[in-house]
């Protein structure tokens, strides 16, 4: 049947590995209880495309702040699902590519997906593979056009195909009258509380106890912490090189939760 | 004479019958009366085409929200017609094509319909034949000029040519100024009513009896519903991946509901 | 002499007879006074290129609401001149012209006219010629840009030319700074009157005497009436594969009149 | 000497003889005195590019309202100026030209300008070589920065040449940045008095004595008459066609005259 | 040493003598302080790119109303350097080329420009380089970028290069970012007083001594003189062509001051 | 290990050394504690580079007013890491690239320097890059998409990269969407003290200790002094041509001073 014939064919379609590992480079750090509520809504959507033949394409969007993880979490969910295809559609390997090879490029991808009874597609970065940018806006109106009909085509008979797109512009996506071509979508928060920080401090080991405990108390009581992931991750190997990581590291993050509303750290002088 | 005439001809001609059907992959329901008023109104314009020499061009439009089965219809309409040419233009097919190609592609097709003594157009997703977007907007003025004069064009002498043409975007229409491209306009609702909701369930199997009136209970009363169906579909499908299918899908619909103008299932995390 | 001279020349050139008829399908119905009144004043200008050295060039602009009949109309009058030179500039000819071709065609048909002594250009459609479009506004500068040189361009010594333009958008010919481009313009009124309306009936057979005086009578007294001649046409020939004829063509002339802003009878489901 | 060096050279340079008369078909009728001023003060600059080695490039735009003999007049200055180089840079020869092959044909009747030592070239209707249509506003901006540059780029030694451009639209040349590129600007005015209209009937024998003073009479006594003598040679002959001309005659001025705003004869039925 | 090493070098390059010579047709007319110490000016910038290291790209804008003489001094500033390499940059002689070619002569003449130890390059009507009009604006952004850098481009070691740029649009250079290309930038004004016309008429002789006193008693106590050098010229010129000098002068200036908005002298009629 | 293979991989690798120290060609004056602070703060990030794994990507941002000394601090630390690969990205090598040319320049260098375990690249005047310009703007949106990727994308393993970007154009990053690809800012400010300005004399030598503290003198008091070390130094050598230097000295910085808001030094007649 359907999917014992899986197994067979799996070796016949590819899976970039490589490049999808190289999206999770510091791995998942289950920091906080929405990472495991996101890969478990991301099986089920998983499931559904394995079981049901009336939906043969299911698509999913992640969308939320930069550098919150999004690409990392579609990235792990795409490999756990196991099936045959699975690939990885990316700005960064279409630099310089011309409005025609992108959309050669990203059609191919999904050419291929419908030989395999089960696909996986990761569409990373929309905006970005629109060449989007705010002023105008402009945006290629050419690979626009190949999504937003490519991301509602039904695969053809007996194939299936799961994509998981990612964004950090939630509000291109609707001014592109793309909200229309996803069925879920699912909103990747930015770090917020102590508790948080304090399993990553753990996992990375910047400090050892005392030192930990120290930094946690200097920064309980204050307001409106909002980080991503990444750049949390920036942050502590940035202090790693300092003499005195804990003071360092506490400065950095207040000043950052201070002016919350900078996306970088900036270093002024009088 | 002209009708009769017409049995022999037609195995000339192809009839895109596969790509016709791969349109209604859930076959129609009948939900609603609307849904047969639709089919016989249809039906009148066929008549139409194939009795008066007076009015060789008959063009409808379907239009309405998305996901509420304007493309089935006008498939299911075409395939009924038992016309010797039957065919479809839809973006799907086009993916990446030039401005000049799809022009090409659309201006064959006209081409081959003058061929038949009796034919019948689909024109699927007009907007997105047009590579429209709301932001600007652009579109493709060469594939609208195009249509702007084919939807009106007469057939040469003895030929006959319905058009059945969808968009979602009746404003885009209107703004592009080919209102008067079209004889008639036919609306297709959303489902507003929950004995609707009930002939779905029903037809696709998700409870048993008891299943579904409890859930038909839950609903009730609540107010201003308003799905397409494709949606209903897809929701109806997540569930039966679920353990408990009566909650989800009572849960689903009414979160749908309460917030009827969001287009998509959203999946929060506090 | 010249006028002698012409009947010699005449087999040189040729005439779009074919293509000119094609436009008067449904034959010229008198279904009012302006009909006659728009055929007489066309003669007039006939005869003034026929007969004046010193206005070797007449340029006429029929204009008015989409289906009352410009197209028909500049056709019968083209082909009455008995010109040797007779030629309709189409849209429909050129679809899928890219600007370049549009302009070379339209050129070639002005430089065979200045071989003739007398001629007659029907330019159909002038909005559609410059692929306008009322967003933006675009159109092609290039074919614009063409005719505005040739709508003025005085023939060579000897040679005379009528030309026969037609528009449904007279707004856009003066965006475009065309106005100055024209000697005459003619308006063609929509029917709005009973009377006009009883000729078409009569002369097109829907009913016989009884059924059409209670069509009549069920109309008389309604007000605003607006309909173009195209319209009325479809919706007789509809009307004709109904059972209730009487009936049906009384709803939809009503229906229309009453929301007489609308360009398409609207099929709506409560 | 200079002067005398002329005569030999004169065979030479090219005149474009044909197409200036063609410009003149008319004639040139003094109906006003301002007619006799525009020639005499053109005299004026035609001397003074003649006998003044300080200034060897002079440029003169002739600008005024649509049909009030620019053209015309420009042509019988330059024909009159007996100078070896007389030439006629005109829209009406570059019809369907690019943007770049209409700078090469003005590139190229600039420099050959320069080969001769007394030259005037006609810069003929300098809004259609721009391809400039009102809304946008759109235009060739190559051709726009080609005339920029060569209006007054001055002749080399020895040379010299007088520029007589003609416009519509003088609006467009200030926008353009133009104004700065002519040394002079002479307006030519309509119409505006009934003696003058008197001079051309009389001219061109529409009507015999009696009939002339009958028209004048009818026409006495109303104001603000506006009207351009190409129009006026217009509606002359096609009131010849008709059978009653005093009464044509008189119907249509007063009609212009009273709707002057409109620019066409505009023919209207009730 | 560098200083010694010049001569021997100088005839290796080019210096665009006669070009420059044709800027200069009329001589300088000392008729105002002001000329003087433009002049004194610009020689302190030749001094200082001749003798100091650190500053090897010397950049000078000079600007001002259309007509004052501008590029008539930058030219023979450059002129008066008596370097080794003294090229002119001007619209004139690149008259419909296109973007990349007008950039190619640009970036040459630079190029050239580093393989002599001291150069003058003369940039002449920037607003004309970049094809720029007023209206909406357009302009050449390749040719824009192309001279953001090279006007700021250090030249290699041991080369020294003196710009003399001209505008008679101020602002364009501002709205393009061009400001902070310039070190230094000299304002050269219109003619604003009688005394500097008293030089520039005997000059040109175009009066006798009386004559010339009755000219500007009848100009004196007259207010807001301002005129270009330039247009003073052509009045003069054009008056000799006259037979009262006198007369026609007085008028023309008083015409011209009293209407100083206007550019060009207008003839008008009643 | 991987520092320890550092030093044999080194010769393999380009280093743009006379590119760089042409940018530093007047050297660093350390005319105010900021310009040490610089230094060493972006030493910092040198260390980060080389030493964390986990981010073997950081990218700093350079910014301020034009002629601050941003590029010849950026390519002082570029030189001073002594990685085995360190490139200067520049618009004064892509005069003239067409926009693809630019951009396969850019990637060259980027995919060069994923080959080097340690590499530094200098990414000059983004605005310039992008060939941006205020008015529109206009940009090239091809290069800034690939720096949009480039400047995020992670080297490959075992690979890490410091980006050192400037730009006088803050807003510039920010309206392109850009700050998101900066992990640090360090802002450059002008001089704005005396102090910095007597360091700057001291180093140039243009004044004996008398005239220094006669110049200082002068100044001291004057409020709101704001000027960047470039224009600094271009005055001093300027005044070096002159008399007095003490007076054209203090006049030029008051001057400059009291209308700090204009960006170049102009020279006015009266
Ligand atoms: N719980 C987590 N979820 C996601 N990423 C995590 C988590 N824990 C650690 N990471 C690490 O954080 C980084 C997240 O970077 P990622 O590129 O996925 O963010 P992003 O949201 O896609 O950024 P951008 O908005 O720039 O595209 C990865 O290196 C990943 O290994
Ligand atoms: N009564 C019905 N009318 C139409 N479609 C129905 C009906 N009952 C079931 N269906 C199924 O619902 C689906 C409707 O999808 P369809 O693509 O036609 O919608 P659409 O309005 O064209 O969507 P879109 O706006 O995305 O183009 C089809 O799979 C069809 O088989
Ligand atoms: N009196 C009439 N005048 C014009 N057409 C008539 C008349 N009576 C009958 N007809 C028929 O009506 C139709 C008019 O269509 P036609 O294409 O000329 O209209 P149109 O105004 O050019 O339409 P459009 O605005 O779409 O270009 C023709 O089929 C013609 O034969
Ligand atoms: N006094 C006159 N001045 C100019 N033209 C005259 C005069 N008398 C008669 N004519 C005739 O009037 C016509 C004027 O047409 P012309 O093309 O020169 O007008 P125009 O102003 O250039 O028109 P347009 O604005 O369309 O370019 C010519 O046929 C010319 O022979
Ligand atoms: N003092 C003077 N300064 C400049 N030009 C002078 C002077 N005296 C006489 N002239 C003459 O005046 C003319 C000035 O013309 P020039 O082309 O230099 O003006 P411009 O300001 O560059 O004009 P444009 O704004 O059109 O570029 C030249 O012919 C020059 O010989
Ligand atoms: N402390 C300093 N910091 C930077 N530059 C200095 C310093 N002291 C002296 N300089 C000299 O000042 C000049 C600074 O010019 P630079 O091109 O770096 O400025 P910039 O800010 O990049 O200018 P722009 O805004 O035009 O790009 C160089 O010649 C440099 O040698
Ligand atoms: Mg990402
Ligand atoms: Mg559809
Ligand atoms: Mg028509
Ligand atoms: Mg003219
Ligand atoms: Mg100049
Ligand atoms: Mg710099």
Request: hydrophobic share 40%; glycine share 4%.
């Amino acid at each position: 049947d359907f999917l014992s014939a899986l197994d067979e064919v799996r070796p016949a379609f590819g899976i970039s590995e490589e490049e999808l590992e190289q999206c999770v480079q510091n791995a998942i750090i289950k920091f906080a209880p929405f990472v495991e509520r996101i890969l478990s809504d991301g099986q089920l959507f998983i499931d559904q495309v394995k079981n049901s033949s009336r939906t043969p394409l299911v698509s999913v969007l992640l969308h939320g702040p930069p550098g919150n993880g999004k690409t990392a979490l579609a990235a792990t969910l795409a490999m756990s699902s196991e099936f045959p295809f699975v690939k990885l559609i990316s700005p960064e390997s279409m630099v310089g590519y011309s409005e025609s090879s992108k959309m050669s490029a990203i059609n191919k991808i999904f050419n291929d997906s419908y030989k395999s009874p089960l696909s996986v597609i990761v569409v990373d970065n929309i905006e970005r593979l629109l060449d989007w940018v705010p002023i105008g806006p402009r945006f290629s109106n050419f690979v626009l056009q190949t999504l937003l009909v490519l991301l509602k085509k039904r695969p053809p008979k007996d194939r299936r195909l799961l994509i998981l797109a990612t964004t950090n512009e939630k509000s291109v996506i609707e001014q592109m009258g793309m909200s229309d071509c996803f069925n879920s979508e699912i909103y990747v928060p930015n770090i917020t509380d102590l508790s948080s920080i304090d399993v990553v401090l753990r996992e990375l080991s910047l400090f050892n106890e005392d030192e930990r405990s120290r930094v946690l108390d200097k920064l309980a009581g204050q307001v409106e912490l909002k980080i991503g992931i990444k750049k949390l991750l920036m942050i502590i190997e940035m202090c790693r090189q300092d003499v005195d990581k804990v003071e360092k590291f506490t400065n950095t993050i207040l000043k950052t939760y201070r002016k919350s509303d900078l996306d970088n750290l900036e270093i002024e002088f009088d």
